[in-house]
């Protein structure tokens, strides 16, 4: 089995679960950290003439993390894609678990104790509203139906923007900080929100700086996003 993959989640999960096939991954598939295969450029710029010389049985993408266009080349290319859906936490279960049998690996122990880590979650004592901001010049948030914004819904946050009609609208700063969230949460990526960049753009409001892994990726971290994410949570709100 040859398998190239165009989701650095799903890289994680695929090299974790099936260990030797995948045989191309994005520049942006840093886990595991010692990976070592053909780089075949980014999720929304992956070299096809690349992919096709690698000869793999099946590409892995995402239906957000890549775009259709790319995809639709790689199928002419006569390459065989399966594309994933992911919009919350059970889909995601759902998801990883095809990936892993498509790619021959049998079911890992990780998903087991991710499926445990968000069924043991106790329901939130209280529900706190949050801005999420995922990019800056310009700002964007979370909006609608995203799988972070679910992640953070199970943990009893609630994103000011969950019914906008927009998954990332852009957001003026003014219109963010007028919102009055209990907290702001700032991830480290898509956009690497850090002590020094980001907080000082919202005075007076709590900041949470979480792991960009444990709330927009679906793999093994997966199973520690609840623990991990809930103390960065409560440490922001004390």
């Given at each position: 089995m040859?398998?190239?993959?165009?989701?650095?989640s799903?890289?994680e999960?695929?090299?974790?679960?099936a260990?030797?096939?995948?045989?191309?991954?994005?520049d942006?598939c840093t886990?595991p950290?010692?990976l070592?295969?053909?780089?075949?450029?980014?999720?929304?710029?992956p070299e096809?003439d690349?992919i096709?010389a690698?000869?793999?049985?099946l590409v892995?993408?995402n239906?957000?993390?890549?775009?259709?266009?790319?995809?639709?080349?790689?199928?002419?290319?006569?390459?065989?894609?399966?594309?994933?859906?992911v919009?919350?936490?059970p889909?995601?279960?759902?998801e990883?678990?095809?990936?892993v049998?498509?790619?021959?690996?049998?079911?890992?122990?990780?998903?087991?104790?991710?499926?445990?880590?968000?069924?043991?979650?106790?329901?939130?004592?209280?529900?706190?509203?949050a801005?999420?901001?995922?990019?800056r010049?310009?700002w964007m948030?979370?909006?609608?139906?995203?799988f972070?914004?679910?992640?953070?819904?199970r943990?009893?946050?609630?994103?000011?923007?969950?019914t906008?009609?927009d998954?990332y609208?852009r957001i003026?700063?003014?219109?963010?900080?007028?919102?009055?969230p209990?907290?702001?949460v700032l991830?480290?990526?898509?956009?690497?929100f850090?002590?020094d960049?980001g907080?000082?753009?919202?005075?007076g409001l709590?900041?949470?700086?979480?792991?960009?892994?444990h709330?927009?990726?679906?793999?093994?971290s997966?199973?520690?996003?609840?623990?991990?994410?809930?103390e960065?949570?409560?440490?922001?709100?004390r």
């Open positions: 040859r398998v190239v993959s165009l989701v650095p799903l890289t999960a695929i090299a974790r679960s260990p030797g096939v995948l045989v191309g991954a994005t942006w886990h950290a010692d070592d295969v053909t780089r075949i450029g980014g999720t929304k710029n096809v690349r096709a690698l000869a793999p049985d892995i993408a239906e957000e993390e890549n775009r259709e266009p790319d995809l639709e080349a790689l199928r002419e290319a006569g390459l065989e894609v399966l594309v994933t859906e919009r919350n936490v889909q995601a279960l759902r990883l678990t095809r990936v049998e498509a790619c021959g690996g049998v079911r890992p122990r990780w998903l087991d104790e991710a499926e445990e880590a968000w069924s043991a979650l106790e329901p939130p004592s209280r529900r706190t509203t801005v999420v901001p995922i990019w010049r310009p948030v979370l909006g609608r139906d995203t972070a914004g679910d992640v953070l819904s943990l009893g946050v609630d994103h000011v923007y969950t906008h009609a998954r609208p003026p700063l003014e219109e963010l900080r007028a919102a009055a209990d907290v702001v991830p480290d990526e898509p956009y690497r850090a002590p960049d907080p000082e753009a919202f005075p709590p900041c949470a700086l979480v792991s960009g892994r709330q927009t990726w679906y793999g093994p997966l199973s520690e996003a609840p623990r991990a994410l809930g960065a949570l409560r440490a922001a709100l």
